[in-house]
């Protein structure tokens, strides 16, 4: 059963506190907004297409987090059809109607030749055109891909690369300082226990809870994910066998229960990607498992939170320490596209550029071939956009140690892909954390569901094993 969606009482008064804060940060007589980047931002480069090019580019994306991104994506995408005879339309929607919308777009048989998601869309294999070549060719040109985006974009059952990823985001931890330090922790939580003792003393002194959502959005399908790794379980094996039914899977959901009921409030519930951050940034909330792109909000709406979070990579659990990748960008083209050479240019053009994305996205956007953005190291070290201390980020520099991909230990294969997009996990620990089902049987209940979904994508030769 689906849990309704509503706007509680406490949703309402972070909305408002956010909203108060933005004013208040507006409201200065001066004005006000982000903090002066300390670095010119790169110099953008144009290599001509290897074929001649024309007619239209249809391109839809995410309305990114951090809102200088677009500022900066959708003229670069445009002056880079001026240059390559293209005329290029970029199309923004929110993330979570890409999914309903690329399928619409593929029964359909009509609408843009590229788009993006954040995360992997290897359900839409059958659909879409093989990007092999374009990942080749960027590494030929920028160095290898790194492991991590290769997993989550090409299905090593069919060799297709069902889609491209020339970037990623890590998911840490966001902690208010000032409320760990109360509880003995002044550098944040490092394992789950951590999690669960410090959260709920300060839950029980100061009312203020944390934000792992257990809703049907992507900020819970990771924090889910996140968590079930740490145990030593997982959804499928290396050799992508169903193997989520375990004692270890099991421990996970009955961690998760004692987390709810110590730490949390109902609205995990029902929450969308942007309730985390909108809690946190109203000083509600004592730990989110996000991005950076919260703070870098903060540091506009509520400039005195956004100085007090801070930032810890994956939590220690009893086997392992991992998080999901928070983004995992898929550009796709659809196969009905009518525009594929012009897509596959401007996928090469916008990789090249990759150095500009991490910066104009304020140094969410991390890239798939790091050889492209030399500068990240003393960026994270000393941060162009106000962080306070300055090397707040440094704890991204390793970030790829402690991150993995969407199906983990194997590939993001196209039923891991279906069973992220119909939200399974989240639903598996809000069964238990609401007391509607035992630990025990919220995992079976899990696993009804995705064996067929395994099976099906595998009888179509899609997903490896036996």
């Known amino acids: 059963m689906n849990e309704p969606t509503y706007l509680s009482r406490r949703g309402l008064?972070?909305?408002?506190?956010?909203?108060?804060?933005?004013?208040?940060?507006?409201?200065?007589?001066?004005?006000?907004?982000?903090?002066e980047a300390t670095v010119p931002?790169?110099?953008?480069?144009?290599?001509?297409?290897?074929?001649?090019?024309?007619?239209?580019?249809?391109?839809?994306?995410?309305?990114?987090?951090?809102?200088?991104?677009?500022?900066?994506?959708?003229?670069?995408?445009?002056?880079?059809?001026?240059?390559?005879?293209?005329?290029?339309?970029?199309?923004?929607?929110?993330?979570?109607?890409?999914?309903?919308?690329?399928?619409?777009?593929?029964?359909?048989?009509?609408?843009?030749?590229?788009?993006?998601?954040?995360?992997?869309?290897?359900?839409?294999?059958?659909?879409?055109?093989?990007?092999?070549?374009?990942?080749?060719?960027?590494?030929?040109?920028?160095?290898?891909?790194?492991?991590?985006?290769v997993k989550s974009s090409q299905n090593p059952a069919t060799g297709k690369h069902y889609a491209y990823s020339p970037g990623w985001v890590p998911d840490p931890g966001d902690y208010r300082k000032s409320l760990w330090e109360s509880v003995?922790?002044?550098?944040?939580?490092?394992?789950?226990?951590?999690?669960?003792?410090?959260?709920?003393?300060?839950?029980?002194?100061?009312?203020?809870?944390?934000?792992?959502?257990m809703s049907q959005e992507i900020d819970s399908n990771m924090a889910g994910r996140a968590l079930m790794w740490s145990y030593g379980a997982s959804i499928q094996n290396q050799d992508e066998q169903v193997v989520i039914n375990s004692p270890e899977t099991v421990a996970a959901v009955e961690f998760m229960q004692r987390l709810f009921k110590d730490t949390m409030t109902n609205e995990v519930f029902s929450w969308n990607p942007a309730s985390n951050n909108q809690g946190l940034i109203a000083g509600q909330m004592s730990y989110i498992l996000n991005s950076i792109s919260a703070w870098r909000t903060a540091q506009e709406a509520n400039p005195e939170v956004a100085d007090d979070i801070y930032f810890?990579?994956?939590?220690?659990?009893?086997?392992?320490?991992?998080?999901?990748?928070?983004?995992?960008?898929?550009?796709?083209?659809?196969?009905?596209?009518?525009?594929?050479?012009?897509?596959?240019?401007?996928?090469?053009?916008?990789?090249?550029?990759?150095?500009?994305?991490?910066?104009h996205s304020k140094l969410y956007d991390l890239p798939a071939f790091p050889a492209l953005v030399p500068q990240l190291s003393s960026w994270l070290d000393k941060d162009p956009f106000g962080a306070q201390p300055a090397n707040k980020l440094t704890v991204l520099k390793n970030a790829i140690e402690w991150s993995t991909n969407i199906g983990y230990p194997g590939p993001a294969n196209t039923a891991e892909g279906e069973v992220f997009a119909t939200f399974v996990i989240p639903n598996m620990f809000a069964k238990a954390a609401r007391g509607e089902l035992s630990p025990e049987q919220a995992v079976a209940d899990a696993e009804r569901q995705i064996k067929p979904i395994f099976d099906k994508w595998r009888r179509r030769g899609l997903v490896g094993g036996a």
């Open 312 to 359: 810890t990579p994956a939590l220690k659990g009893p086997k392992a320490a991992l998080a999901a990748q928070h983004v995992m960008y898929n550009w796709i083209v659809p196969s009905h596209a009518r525009n594929v050479d012009a897509a596959k240019e401007f996928l090469l053009h916008y990789t090249a550029n990759w150095a500009s994305a991490t910066y």
């Open 41 to 149: 931002a790169p110099s953008p480069t144009f290599t001509d297409p290897t074929a001649t090019l024309s007619g239209d580019l249809k391109i839809l994306l995410w309305s990114h987090f951090v809102p200088s991104h677009d500022e900066w994506f959708d003229p670069f995408a445009k002056s880079w059809g001026q240059q390559a005879g293209v005329n290029v339309t970029v199309d923004h929607i929110n993330n979570t109607e890409i999914v309903a919308r690329t399928a619409a777009e593929i029964q359909a048989r009509q609408g843009h030749d590229l788009i993006q998601y954040i995360a992997p869309l290897s359900q839409f294999e059958p659909s879409v055109v093989d990007l092999k070549d374009v990942a080749e060719e960027a590494g030929k040109r920028h160095g290898e891909q790194l492991a991590l985006c």
């Open 13 to 35: 008064l972070w909305l408002t506190a956010v909203a108060a804060a933005a004013a208040a940060c507006g409201d200065t007589g001066d004005d006000a907004g982000p903090p």
């Open 184 to 213: 003995g922790l002044a550098n944040g939580p490092t394992s789950w226990e951590d999690l669960l003792r410090g959260g709920a003393e300060i839950k029980k002194s100061k009312n203020i809870q944390m934000g792992l959502g």
